[in-house]
């Protein structure tokens, strides 16, 4: 029988060795538009709200986190997989948001940022006239001057 690889295995297998260098600089981000504003949410549990940064260049927004490593005395580890460390993520904004107008708050560890869009670039509705309504008028106009 034949047994077939895991290819995710594979891949933890290969990235065992270089421990939190690779696994520990993930930022999760959820986002979700509601009535022209995005919301972005990022996990930074354990994080002081001190230690984070948040700027916006030439439309990136850059979140920058820093979490500090914990030396307990006379410690030994048995298992370190919490990253520490400055972590850091770019969101690529549109020329449709305002970056302006961003707003953060941080609360139990989440980080959540608002970045409204433009009024320009919101849709709007466009009315279209007809041939029937320019020729109402221009017979309207024409009966007001006789």
């Not at 030994?76 to 972590?87: K, N």
């Not at 320019?134 to 009966?143: G, M």
Request: hydrophobic residues 35%.
């Amino acid at each position: 029988m034949r047994r077939v690889r895991d290819p995710f295995e594979e891949m933890e297998r290969w990235m065992t060795p270089f421990g939190s260098q690779l696994r520990g600089g993930v930022m999760p981000m959820d986002a979700y538009e509601v009535d022209g504003n995005y919301t972005l949410r990022f996990d930074l549990p354990g994080v002081d709200p001190d230690n984070v940064d948040l700027a916006v260049e030439r439309n990136v927004l850059t979140v920058t986190a820093e979490r500090p490593e914990e030396e307990p005395e006379n410690a030994t580890w048995l298992l370190r997989e919490r990253p520490t460390g400055t972590h850091r993520r770019e969101v690529r904004l549109g020329d449709r948001f305002d970056p302006s107008k961003v707003e953060a708050s941080y609360d139990n560890g989440v980080l959540t940022v608002t970045i409204p869009v433009h009024e320009e670039a919101l849709p709007h509705k466009i009315s279209i006239a007809t041939d029937a309504q320019k020729s109402i008028e221009a017979e309207s106009t024409e009966t007001a001057t006789e």
